[in-house]
């Protein structure tokens, strides 16, 4: 069984720093990648990062290129989201997710989902 299970989001100023943390069931380690997605009200979903088990591959959307970091903690098997010089516009909830498709920087390729957690980043 797979399970995804986030933490770490928040109410946080402009500017500011937050860690979104995902613990994976082992099961997730067959997957092709792992994904920190965000959903925004009134608008779609979107990648903003994702990161394959097998080696240092990333991917980060445009909109948060140079302000978040994604990393796996295998040992713990966990995975991260930093992210840093947070925007107003960065408020959504984020979700972590495992893929099974090389195309992980597309929501659709996603399978299994945590629950999400609600960020908010304040003017």
């Known amino acids: 069984q797979v399970q995804l299970v986030e933490s770490g989001g928040g109410l946080v100023q402009a500017g500011g720093s937050l860690r979104l943390s995902c613990a994976a069931s082992?099961?997730?380690?067959?997957?092709?990648?792992m994904g920190w997605i965000r959903q925004a009200p009134g608008k779609e979903r979107e990648v903003v990062a994702a990161?394959?088990?097998?080696?240092?591959?990333?991917y980060y959307g445009d909109s948060v290129k140079g302000r978040f970091t994604i990393s796996r903690d295998n040992a713990n098997n966990t995975f991260y989201l930093q992210m840093n010089s947070l925007k107003p516009e960065d408020t959504a909830v984020y979700y972590c997710?495992?893929?099974?498709?090389?195309?992980?920087?597309?929501?659709?390729?996603?399978?299994?989902w945590g629950q999400g957690t609600q960020v908010t980043v304040s003017s």
């Open positions: 997710a495992a893929s099974y498709s090389r195309t992980y920087y597309r929501t659709e390729s996603y399978d299994y």
């Open positions: 082992r099961r997730t380690f067959s997957s092709y990648a």
């Open positions: 990161i394959r088990w097998s080696n240092t591959n990333t």
